[in-house]
């Protein structure tokens, strides 16, 4: 079968978050996957065993990188497979996250049938790492309020994402230089280019995993999403609003933000 979308997996040291991830997407979804192994030592995969945990209509591709680059250099080597063998759709999904009912064919036929549209992405539900409901991420539907609100936070969820791979040539790929915010980088620098939207449905189940990347390192995190904000910045409501917003969040704890979310599921 030959399939014009494909599903991007970073792996690092996550086997058991990675056949979870796999088994959620749905039988007859017609999609390919690459797998990127940044470097991993400690919990290495089987290809077989993944092989056999996929059971959607497509085939499975691997890469490994010799070290651990980061999930930036990971995510920019299976763009660059996806590009060289001529992938229409491109979308994202993390070890340990969950695909909700035919996730990718939703996706595919939005975008079919909004050629406007180069991104959509969908609202979200967020689990802890036992499955336990935390709450729900509704997000802006439209592309204009998605772009004012860019400026307060990333109205994509990352590993809800689907994208056509030709906006690649205009925006290049995931850039370096924004450690932890490297996704909030990209979706910014394509909503200055394209247009974006997010489906009303709850497509992706994201697990919040308190050991983490983004909760190790959030301070960096959100110092760069300032950079980015700034970045972009003009004078203007959402941008100020933005910008003094992050300032606030650089010196809140994250426990204490995650239990505001959780009042307000």
Same mark, same amino acid.
Not at 66 to 87: D, F, H, M, Q, R
Not at 95 to 103: E, I, N
Not at 121 to 146: C, E, K, M, Q, W
């Given at each position: ?19 979870? %991830? ?29 092989? %056999? ?28 497979? %996806? ?79 689907m994208f056509c791979s030709e906006i ?34 709850? /497509? ?9 990347? %983004? ?34 969040? /650089? ?15």
């Amino acid at each position: 079968m030959n399939n014009n979308a494909v599903l991007l997996i970073p792996y690092y040291n996550n086997s058991e978050g990675l056949l979870q %991830s796999l088994r959620s997407i749905d039988p007859d979804e017609e999609i390919d996957v690459i797998i990127v192994d940044d470097g991993s030592i400690s919990d290495k995969f089987d290809e077989d065993i993944v092989r %056999s945990n996929f059971k959607a209509k497509g085939t499975v591709l691997f890469e490994y990188l010799e070290n651990n680059k980061g999930i930036e250099t990971a995510l920019n080597s299976g763009l660059k497979t %996806s590009i060289e063998k001529k992938y229409k759709y491109i979308a994202r999904l993390d070890c340990g996250d969950s695909c909700l009912g035919k996730r990718f064919a939703v996706q595919k036929a939005f975008l079919e049938e909004n050629p406007e549209i180069k991104i959509v992405g969908s609202n979200v539900l967020a689990v802890d790492t036992d499955n336990h409901f935390l709450y729900s991420i509704n997000l802006p539907l439209n592309d204009r309020n998605i772009k004012n609100k860019m400026y307060l936070n990333s109205m994509l969820i990352h590993p809800a994402v689907m994208f056509c791979s030709e906006i690649l040539d205009n925006v290049g790929l995931y850039p370096l230089n924004h450690k932890f915010a490297e996704d909030y980088a990209f979706f910014f620098t394509i909503s200055r280019k394209y247009k974006m939207a997010n489906i009303k449905e709850y /497509l992706t189940q994201i697990e919040i995993n308190a050991n983490g990347i %983004s909760l190790k390192r959030r301070k960096q995190q959100v110092r760069s999403r300032i950079t980015i904000i700034k970045k972009h910045f003009y004078f203007g409501f959402y941008p100020i609003y933005g910008l003094l917003r992050n300032y606030v969040l /650089l010196f809140l704890p994250y426990n204490l933000i995650l239990a505001v979310k959780k009042i307000r599921k």
